[in-house]
């Protein structure tokens, strides 16, 4: 059974608006989210990441949103660019059982954003 | 650049023919993983080496067996390919094994069985 999970398999958005991708994760014990994105032929690549201590962090264009009570959390970039276009991966972790803080991932979602 | 590299980039095999794919990385990282990412799903982990010391992911087949002689070098031997093990192997490395430590991934290798 998938502990985290991105529903839209795809997104599409016009350059310059805002870029919502969603992530759902069902393990109350992970503590550390992390969004990676991938382009076509190569490895993915760390984008942001939060700690479940805090609700919001910055780095630029992106932002993660974490909502705990509803296990929940969000990446938006804005204004989106071109160059996002990508398969952006949702993965979690935590320091549990024999968990040795290894990554989950989600599915992804395909973003394309429009000149 | 220091980084992760994988060869080949693309892998044929037969069925039930052994396949050895390889990662090296040049980040001088303690922990490697492997990965593995099936069309439209997670990357899945299959095992990881913390330096020298191998762990096994619970639902890894036994068909999948792992080598890392070195820091630089870690190895994925597929022992008898059968045709659902074809997918995307990803390898990734890390300075540390902990929930906050990136992971820094390699380009893949896509494997595919005849």
């Known amino acids: 059974d998938q502990q985290v999970k991105q529903n839209s398999p795809s997104l599409s958005v016009q350059e310059g608006r805002i870029s919502i991708l969603n992530c759902d994760y069902t393990n109350s014990m992970f503590d550390y989210f992390l969004w990676y994105k991938k382009y076509p032929a190569e490895g993915p690549t760390f984008l942001i990441s939060?700690?479940?201590?805090?609700d919001k962090n910055e780095d630029g264009r992106f932002t993660v949103f974490l909502n705990k009570s509803a296990k929940h959390l969000s990446l938006h970039i804005v204004p989106s660019q071109p160059g996002d276009s990508a398969v952006y991966f949702c993965?979690?972790?935590?320091?549990?059982?024999?968990?040795?803080?290894?990554?989950?991932f989600g599915k992804g979602t395909k973003l394309s954003v429009k000149p | 650049d220091a980084m992760v590299i994988q060869n080949p980039r693309y892998q044929v095999t037969q069925f039930g023919k052994p396949v050895t794919l390889s990662c090296s990385q040049t980040?001088?990282?303690?922990?490697m993983y492997w990965y593995q990412q099936k069309s439209s799903q997670a990357p899945k982990l299959l095992f990881h080496?913390?330096?020298?010391?191998?762990?096994n992911e619970a639902d890894t087949p036994d068909n999948f067996q792992s080598r890392r002689p070195n820091t630089s070098f870690c190895f994925l031997d597929i022992r008898s390919p059968g045709l659902g093990d074809a997918a995307m192997y990803l390898c990734?490395?890390?300075?540390?094994?902990?929930?906050?430590?990136?992971?820094?991934f390699g380009p893949g290798t896509r494997l595919t069985v005849l």
């Open positions: 993965a979690a972790s935590g320091r549990y059982g024999g968990s040795q803080g290894n990554l989950i």
């Open positions: 939060i700690s479940s201590i805090k």
């Open positions: 080496y913390y330096d020298k010391d191998f762990n």
């Open positions: 980040l001088n990282h303690n922990v």
């Open positions: 990734a490395t890390s300075p540390r094994r902990g929930s906050t430590d990136t992971q820094y």
